[in-house]
């Protein structure tokens, strides 16, 4: 009988769902400042991952989604005006 608690439980996949929102959110947040190239699709990417595990923190998940979506339209937007991925605020 094994009594130590595995790391696929229930509670332990719902805690790490609930990291991931965070971190989707948190990871949108900085992409819409800066490396929005890889900061967009990876909070996309983390959001929808957490969103599959039934996080508990479906509002944080929903919103580094709409984050992740809004860096990748900012970088469509940046590569169509500027033809560079890069800019300076001000100029």
Known sequence: MNTV???????ATRSDADGTAVASFIIGLLGTFVL??????LAIILGCVSLARATRRRGRA????ALGVADVAILATLIATHHSISWTPGF
């Open 5 to 11: 608690a595995s790391a696929h439980t229930p509670a």
């Open 36 to 41: 929005n190239a890889v900061f967009g699709p």
């Open 62 to 65: 929903l919103l580094g989604i």
